[in-house]
């Protein structure tokens, strides 16, 4: 990082992979970061990049994500591209000194997350967050203030449901493990604040608007370290609306979020209902905004907000095992290396 630049004006960013999602954090570096703009996006597909850069002003395209990341105007990345893609384009963030702010998943095996990890560590500075956006959002963040102050006692139990109207058509079994249930591995690490150590997936009968071949619904089972359980409804064909909800059942007491209890609704159909969030980048918006900001804030400080390296690596490692227990019918043990002491986690 060109440190005069960060200390004298904006952190310049550039963002790698300008899909759905890469996008989105273009407009919200642009238009919703204090502290920070994007200068340069990266894309596979370049008419996009371009299409993406002429709507921001001070937005070049440098087409080889490699190229992006080492350019003398870039002082940080975001990585929204391919998850295959993340393992290099990380370490050459690492290489060049970069901070990056990484979408899940860090990287696509355990193996390769660890060599991640290990990477960071060698150079010992803490320069990677991982893009669980969750872990921002004001009701799971709440609800982990609840947990901490002790009020409903010692949390025993999770309930997660994980609801998605649709899927893109080659969505498949182990991508619902990979894609979604990584979010439940993330909010059952944040809130519980100890690792999973097995995993069990249950497969019941298929919903007839899920595509041939994907087992949808699922139910997983987390269980931890002290031996506390986490159950995930996982459902992506519901074709109702976005829905996330989770209750933690403690020992004197329980709490839920999700229940999108904003604004209640008269519409003309004499219905009166309160609006589910559509997609997940309309019920994340606020999460993925906070991120954002206290990311940048964190790296003009010369430091991460958020999610490690090492819980991108841990919640890669429990998705190895969901996939195995998917695979397998059977429950599957998670193996974790020994964690470094460096490794800090995320708040
Ligand atoms: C998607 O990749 C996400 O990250 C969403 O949060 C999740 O709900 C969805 O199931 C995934 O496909």
Same mark, same amino acid.
């Given at each position: 990082?060109?440190?005069?630049?960060?200390?004298?004006?904006?952190?310049?960013?550039?963002?790698?992979?300008?899909?759905?999602?890469?996008?989105?954090?273009?407009?919200?570096?642009?238009?919703?970061?204090?502290?920070?703009?994007?200068?340069?996006?990266?894309?596979?597909?370049?008419?996009?990049?371009?299409?993406?850069?002429?709507?921001?002003?001070?937005?070049?395209?440098?087409?080889?994500?490699?190229?992006?990341?080492?350019?003398?105007?870039?002082? $940080? =990345?975001?990585?929204?591209?391919?998850?295959?893609?993340?393992?290099?384009?990380?370490?050459?963030?690492?290489?060049?000194?970069?901070?990056?702010?990484?979408?899940?998943?860090?990287?696509?095996?355990?193996?390769?997350?660890?060599?991640?990890?290990?990477?960071?560590?060698?150079?010992?500075?803490?320069?990677?967050?991982?893009?669980?956006?969750?872990?921002?959002?004001?009701?799971?963040?709440?609800?982990?203030?609840?947990?901490?102050?002790?009020?409903?006692?010692?949390?025993?139990? =999770?309930?997660?449901?994980?609801?998605?109207?649709?899927?893109?058509?080659?969505?498949?079994?182990?991508?619902?493990?990979?894609?979604?249930?990584?979010?439940?591995?993330? =909010?059952?690490?944040?809130?519980?604040?100890?690792?999973?150590? $097995?995993?069990?997936?249950?497969?019941?009968?298929?919903?007839?608007?899920?595509?041939?071949?994907?087992?949808?619904?699922?139910?997983?089972?987390?269980?931890?370290?002290?031996?506390?359980?986490?159950?995930?409804?996982?459902?992506?064909?519901?074709?109702?609306?976005?829905?996330?909800?989770?209750?933690?059942?403690?020992?004197?007491?329980?709490?839920?979020?999700?229940?999108?209890?904003?604004?209640?609704?008269?519409?003309?159909?004499?219905?009166?209902?309160?609006?589910?969030?559509?997609?997940?980048?309309?019920?994340?918006?606020?999460?993925?905004?906070?991120?954002?900001?206290?990311?940048?804030?964190? =790296?003009?400080?010369?430091?991460?907000?958020?999610?490690?390296?090492?819980?991108?690596?841990?919640?890669?490692?429990?998705?190895?095992?969901?996939?195995?227990?998917?695979?397998?019918?059977?429950? $599957?043990?998670?193996?974790? $290396?020994?964690?470094?002491?460096?490794?800090?986690?995320?708040?």
């Amino acid at each position: 990082m060109t440190e005069n630049s960060v200390a004298t004006g904006d952190l310049r960013v550039a963002v790698i992979g300008v899909g759905v999602m890469g996008t989105d954090h273009v407009n919200r570096l642009h238009r919703r970061t204090s502290g920070a703009r994007p200068v340069v996006v990266s894309d596979a597909f370049v008419e996009k990049a371009s299409e993406v850069a002429a709507s921001v002003p001070g937005v070049r395209v440098i087409e080889d994500p490699f190229a992006a990341i080492a350019d003398p105007e870039v002082d $940080a =990345v975001v990585i929204a591209s391919p998850g295959m893609k993340h393992h290099e384009q990380v370490l050459a963030c690492l290489e060049h000194g970069k901070p990056v702010l990484c979408e899940k998943p860090l990287t696509t095996d355990a193996e390769s997350s660890l060599e991640v990890v290990r990477a960071e560590e060698k150079l010992g500075r803490q320069l990677i967050q991982v893009g669980f956006m969750r872990r921002f959002d004001p009701e799971y963040a709440a609800l982990k203030s609840l947990i901490d102050s002790g009020d409903i006692g010692r949390a025993l139990l =999770v309930h997660c449901a994980h609801r998605n109207p649709s899927v893109p058509p080659y969505f498949t079994s182990e991508m619902m493990i990979n894609d979604s249930v990584v979010h439940e591995v993330d =909010v059952t690490r944040f809130l519980l604040g100890e690792e999973i150590t $097995a995993v069990t997936v249950l497969t019941p009968t298929s919903s007839s608007e899920a595509p041939e071949g994907l087992a949808d619904p699922m139910l997983v089972l987390f269980e931890t370290e002290s031996g506390r359980l986490v159950d995930v409804e996982l459902h992506v064909t519901t074709t109702v609306a976005y829905e996330v909800r989770t209750e933690v059942v403690g020992e004197r007491g329980s709490a839920m979020i999700g229940l999108d209890t904003g604004l209640v609704r008269s519409g003309g159909d004499a219905r009166r209902g309160r609006q589910i969030t559509p997609g997940f980048r309309e019920r994340f918006g606020t999460a993925y905004d906070i991120e954002f900001q206290r990311w940048v804030d964190a =790296v003009r400080r010369g430091t991460i907000d958020g999610p490690s390296a090492w819980d991108g690596y841990a919640a890669t490692a429990v998705c190895e095992a969901g996939v195995r227990a998917l695979q397998t019918g059977r429950r $599957a043990e998670v193996s974790l $290396a020994e964690r470094p002491v460096t490794a800090l986690s995320g708040r």
